[in-house]
């Protein structure tokens, strides 16, 4: 099994920076992938950003070029670094792993975190 543990959620002003991070533990040569979902009240959870095994990344339109994803495979972790906050950035944010086989390949189910808080004062 895979665990996470995300962290680095707070209250900031409109424009700063926070940097998220998620720890995995357990199985970590089975994930496929990595993302970050955020939902905001009376929202639907959405995609923010995936990273892949490879290093791809995608993100979603409202946080191109303000957020960044990245992954430390040496401790099993990855952040998002979120600049230029605005106050629609506000929900909780959830880390999200893709499962797949024992080289991490052929995604078969997700894990998900327990979300951490990001608030965005205007």
């Known amino acids: 099994q895979v665990q996470l543990a995300e962290s680095g959620g707070g209250l900031v002003q409109s424009g700063g920076s926070l940097r998220l991070s998620c720890a995995a533990s357990?199985?970590?040569?089975?994930?496929?992938?990595m993302a970050w979902y955020r939902q905001a009240p009376g929202k639907q959870r959405e995609l923010v950003a995936d990273?892949?095994?490879?290093?791809?990344?995608n993100y979603a339109d409202s946080v191109k070029g303000r957020f960044i994803i990245s992954r430390d495979n040496a401790k099993d972790t990855v952040y998002l670094q979120m600049n230029n906050l605005k106050p629609e950035d506000t929900a909780v944010y959830f880390c999200?792993?893709?499962?797949?086989?024992?080289?991490?390949?052929?995604?078969?189910?997700?894990?998900w975190g327990q979300g951490t808080r990001v608030t965005v004062s205007s």
């Open positions: 999200e792993a893709e499962i797949g086989d024992v080289s991490g390949h052929f995604p078969q189910y997700d894990v």
């Open positions: 357990g199985r970590t040569f089975s994930i496929y992938s």
């Open positions: 990273i892949l095994n490879d290093g791809t990344t």
